[in-house]
């Protein structure tokens, strides 16, 4: 399965930004699918999660409130709006795919696939 991660760019702080995420097989449906994110410098962190169905979402407590992760299984697409951005919001997000599910959908080893990333720069 090949991901493409879009929709990034540069937006002021308060500002928002919807990323996509759109796969290359219908199988993409069936599967859990993250977001992380990772600034200069910095490891990867997880942001978001959401799962195949779409009813179970998890965040992390610095993003919390402020984005939100949602899909389209027709169109093979998971999107991940960002609102209230922060300068610390500042990262190369990258979209990531489970063919299983997993309690442990915050590490990056739990992902099967992974796309280039889109970064996304917030000013202050």
């Known amino acids: 399965v090949q991901l493409q991660a879009s929709g990034g760019g540069l937006v002021q702080a308060g500002g928002s930004l919807r990323l996509s995420c759109a796969a290359s097989e219908r199988t993409f449906a069936t599967y859990r699918v993250g977001w992380f994110r990772q600034a200069p410098g910095k490891e990867r962190e997880f942001v978001a999660a959401i799962s195949w169905s779409g009813v179970v979402t998890h965040y992390a407590d610095y993003v919390k409130g402020r984005f939100t992760i949602s899909r389209d299984n027709a169109r093979n697409t998971v999107y991940l709006q960002m609102n209230s951005l922060k300068p610390e919001d500042t990262a190369v997000y990258y979209c990531?795919?489970?063919?299983?599910?997993?309690?442990?959908?915050?590490?990056?080893?739990?992902?099967?696939?992974w796309g280039k990333g889109t970064l996304v720069t917030v000013s202050s």
């Open positions: 990531s795919a489970a063919e299983n599910s997993s309690n442990y959908y915050t590490r990056m080893s739990v992902y099967d696939y």
